[in-house]
């Protein structure tokens, strides 16, 4: 982020005092559950691709933003209609004017306007599940901590059970020791988070990391070393050869057309895969000619970065969607699942509420989830029989969303129950030739939400 710093002090009073911006589209709350739900599975596109952009918006209150934003961002707002996938950064004041030229159907509601806000939205074609979280940085330093930056987590539902984290973050700006240290611990603290939040999963990482590679104080390298993903630009732009941190900057000219995309960036995008969605990014550019206005002037103080992606999903696995709410912690099975699994036994704690789901499979991995409350139940299947359906029951406990019954059903028939029914209930169902072989969703001391994996039979 550059900004006038001296005029940021001078300007908080007025900052603090700004109005927020109209109420965006498609704001997000708790999952609106339907009332009744059978649902068997249909066939999700085992292939798929989209696009992604991100783009710092350098929306702050003119005069205090480096850019122009009262006349650029109804601009960028249209332009941004091109991309399955938009994520920003620095959408302070000028929200309304940016989501007024957007046509995407599913988009983050405002934080608020500079200094109350973290500046970070997504607008997407493909629908949010319920799970939106913004995370404020424990570390900042000078004016980076007049406005509560940070990063956000949600997740995309790309088709039928098939769900992609996605983040958005914004680090500490600056080149004193003391933004060099705030940064690195920027860094540090959204590692540590991915590594629980999204322990298994898929994910697409975007933002103004304020970093770069060659830079010797930086910690960028935290990202794809502690969590396994990839960097769009290391991998297709870079041939996968990071630069060597302490050597000379990879500096971009500063107002030119980037044709030559090996120059450095201090915005990024990475992913990672699992054993259900393989995702591979297959294209990447500055959209930098594109994001400029009739004189050929940059449309913010930042170029937008694009990449495309395409997926594929495993063959021998799919998943039903989620049902319950968008607390605990995220968890998924499927990198735990053998080729062939067999249940040999299924289980829960319960009493009112369901505290735990958990099954064995016959190589002797055993999925828990949940706490040790209620009561334990358990069913050890005979030979060649397996779980057919679960049944779903949600409702509110202490004004949150959790499971509040289960009810196992086997190819013969048998059944295992736990808890309380609610008349908002969901049955997921193992299409014609396959069998629920594990879970994914959210938990804590009970179970937040559900959804099963399916495996051939």
Same mark, same amino acid.
């Given at each position: ?12 009073v007025l ?5 927020q911006d ?12 339907p ?6 599975l249909?066939s ?11 783009y710092n918006?350098?929306?702050?209150l003119?005069?205090?933003?480096s850019?122009?934003?009262s006349?650029? +961002?109804?601009?960028i ?5 091109? /991309?399955?996938?938009?994520?920003v ?6 929200h ?21 806000g973290?500046g970070?939205?997504?607008m997407s074609d493909?629908?949010?599940?319920d ?5 404020d ?8 901590c007049l406005t ?5 987590w ?10 992609l ?5 914004h680090t500490?700006?600056g080149?004193e ?8 611990a ?8 991915v590594q ?5 999963n ?25 969590l396994g993903a990839? &960097?769009?630009w290391?991998?297709?732009i870079?041939?996968g ?6 050597? &000379?900057p990879?500096?971009?000219h ?6 030559d995309?090996?120059?450095?960036l201090?915005?990024k995008?990475? /992913?990672?895969?699992?054993n ?6 297959v294209?990447f550019?500055?959209e ?7 004189d ?8 937008p970065i ?7 999903l495993?063959?021998n696995?799919?998943?039903?969607d989620q049902f ?8 998924i ?10 249940v040999t ?12 789901v ?7 991995t055993?999925f828990?989830?949940g ?8 069913l050890t299947?005979?030979?060649g ?6 049944k ?5 406990y202490?004004?949150t ?8 059903t ?5 059944t ?5 029914t ?6 997921? +169902?193992?299409p014609?030739?396959w069998?629920i ?7 804590g001391?009970?179970?937040d ?9």
């Amino acid at each position: 982020m550059t900004t006038k710093k001296i005029f940021l002090w001078m300007g908080i009073v007025l900052l603090l005092t700004q109005c927020q911006d109209k109420e965006p589209i498609n704001s997000i709350s708790e999952n609106i559950q339907p009332k009744s739900t059978v649902s068997t599975l249909k066939s999700a596109s085992p292939f798929g691709e989209f696009t992604i952009l991100d783009y710092n918006v350098a929306g702050l209150l003119e005069p205090f933003s480096s850019g122009d934003p009262s006349v650029n +961002t109804p601009k960028i707002g249209v332009l941004v209609n091109d /991309y399955d996938i938009v994520q920003v950064q620095e959408d302070f004041n000028y929200h309304a004017a940016l989501y007024e030229g957007d046509l995407h159907p599913y988009c983050t509601p405002t934080s608020g306007g500079m200094g109350i806000g973290d500046g970070l939205n997504t607008m997407s074609d493909y629908p949010f599940s319920d799970d939106l979280v913004r995370v404020d940085w424990n570390d900042c330093n000078g004016t980076d901590c007049l406005t509560p930056k940070g990063f956000t987590w949600l997740r995309l539902r790309l088709d039928e059970g098939v769900y992609l984290d996605l983040y958005n973050l914004h680090t500490n700006a600056g080149s004193e020791t003391a933004d060099y240290a705030a940064r690195r611990a920027n860094v540090t603290q959204f590692v540590n988070y991915v590594q629980t939040q999204s322990a298994n999963n898929a994910f697409i990482i975007t933002g103004d990391f304020n970093c770069r590679y060659t830079r010797a104080e930086d910690n960028i390298r935290l990202v794809s070393d502690n969590l396994g993903a990839t &960097d769009s630009w290391i991998e297709l732009i870079m041939d996968g050869l990071e630069p060597v941190q302490g050597s &000379d900057p990879l500096v971009c000219h500063e107002s030119a057309i980037l044709t030559d995309f090996t120059c450095e960036l201090v915005d990024k995008i990475f /992913y990672r895969s699992n054993n259900f969605i393989n995702l591979q990014a297959v294209d990447f550019t500055y959209e930098d000619a594109k994001f400029r206005d009739e004189d050929g002037n940059m449309l913010s103080d930042h170029r937008p970065i694009y990449t495309k992606f395409q997926y594929t999903l495993a063959n021998n696995l799919r998943l039903s969607d989620q049902f319950g709410g968008p607390h605990g912690t995220s968890f998924i099975d499927v990198n735990a699942i053998p080729v062939s699994p067999v249940v040999t036994t299924i289980g829960m704690r319960a009493d009112s509420r369901i505290d735990q789901v958990n099954l064995t499979l016959s190589n002797g991995t055993s999925f828990v989830h949940g706490g040790t409350g209620g009561t334990a139940k358990s069913l050890t299947l005979n030979s060649g029989e397996y779980v057919k359906s679960v049944k779903l029951c949600s409702g509110k406990y202490n004004n949150t969303t959790r499971i509040f019954y289960a009810k196992y059903t086997t190819s013969s028939g048998r059944t295992l129950t736990g808890g309380t029914t609610t008349s908002t209930t969901v049955t997921y +169902t193992a299409p014609d030739g396959w069998k629920i072989v594990g879970f994914h969703g959210r938990c804590g001391t009970n179970v937040d939400k559900l959804g099963v994996i399916y495996a051939p039979i």
